[in-house]
């Protein structure tokens, strides 16, 4: 499948860097790489990638802080990839501005799955939003106009917060939401000690909306770093 699309690649290890290289070159991807956070910043504002894949490990700067530095002009999509076994890395990347994770090791066909989601979501965002929004994933269904929430067609009856969660998961569709994201974005302010009261919420979410119990459809755990809606493809019967 050829691409138009540009990816610029971080990482200092040149041997992950030829990977990855390779598999976007095989994908017909327009990329360009680089081995520091300085070259990472020319690259950025000179060569205008639609995508940013970066490791958070690099000789001159930390990860972390070249993903602020990008995000004070730049909104496009950033994969980190981490090394570190520390789930704290990549919440605070996600916190920072990143978008999505991949943990080494990973497989190429994972990190082109990733690559495909944030295009798609980029895609999705610059839409405008239609006037009677109706929010559609699969068998679910979300209508703003009248709070109605409906799964293959049955009306589930949702408590005000879970339906403030289900709405901020369905507008972030194929992106990791942090704990702390999801937890300010539900109670500004919120603590930390939220945790468990947003479990709490999710596990009364799932069961209303999930068709079998202990069953993913609508939304997924991310272990230790949060919940995400995956965007279900369409069936084609
Ligand atoms: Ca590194």
Redesign the pocket.
């Known amino acids: 499948m050829g691409s138009s699309q540009k990816i610029l690649v971080i990482?200092?290890?040149s041997m992950?860097l030829r990977l990855v290289a390779q598999s976007l070159e095989l994908q017909k991807y327009d990329y360009r790489t680089a081995e520091n956070g300085m070259q990472a910043i020319a690259e950025a504002v000179s060569f205008r990638p639609d995508i940013i894949i970066t490791?958070?490990?690099?000789?001159d700067m930390d990860?972390i802080e070249l993903i602020e530095r990008i995000r004070t002009w730049s909104n496009v999509p950033i994969i980190v990839?981490s090394?570190r076994t520390d789930d704290e890395d990549i919440v605070t990347a996600l916190d920072s501005g990143a978008d999505d994770y991949l943990r080494k090791p990973f497989n190429v066909t994972e990190m082109l799955a990733r690559i495909r989601a944030a295009i798609r979501r980029s895609e999705t965002l610059s839409l405008p939003a239609p006037e009677n929004s109706v929010f559609e994933n699969g068998g679910l269904k979300i209508d703003f106009a009248t709070r109605t929430v409906y799964t293959n067609g049955a009306e589930v009856h949702l408590t005000p917060n879970e339906y403030k969660l289900l709405c901020i998961l369905a507008g972030n569709t194929d992106k990791v939401l942090t704990y702390s994201y999801l937890i300010n974005a539900m109670w500004p302010g919120g603590h930390e000690k939220d945790k468990q009261i947003l479990r709490v919420f999710m596990s009364g979410l799932r069961k209303k909306i999930e068709p079998e119990e202990h069953d993913m459809t609508y939304i997924y755990t991310s272990m230790g770093i949060g919940y995400y809606m995956p965007k279900i493809t369409a069936n084609k019967e």
């Not at 490791?55 to 000789?59: K, S, T, V």
């Open positions: 990482e200092d290890d992950m490791d958070l490990g690099l000789p990860g990839i090394a």
